[in-house]
């Protein structure tokens, strides 16, 4: 899911549970919006995926996971409004629906995920 920096939800993308979290970024980097930083955790922690968003033009906000070879610095201040992402995911998962995966069906849930975003947002 990607947000704004008001934590409004603006693109969804619903990927299979095994699938990491870069390569679901790789689905929605060419419906990026623009921006000046991509905050994100350390799944999305590639080199790949940094050097795609500084050739959009946006600097990486993205932790380093232990163990990378070439670690690459983040400025704390700005992650620090990662708690925005969050409090996204949360306020969808009021809804017990979106929360417990009720709906199997992709198409489902995914229709479900859109009208609470609506809804809430």
Partial sequence: MVCDGLGRPLIFFLSPGQMS???GALAL???LPPAKTLLADKGYDADWFRDALEEKGMAACIPVRCGHKNPATHDRMPYK???RIENLFARLKDWRGI???YDRCCELFLSAVHIAATVKF
Avoid: E, F, N, V
């Fill in 21 to 23: 979290d870069a390569k």
């Fill in 29 to 31: 980097l060419s419906a």
């Fill in 81 to 83: 409004q990662r708690h």
């Fill in 99 to 101: 929360a417990t995966r």
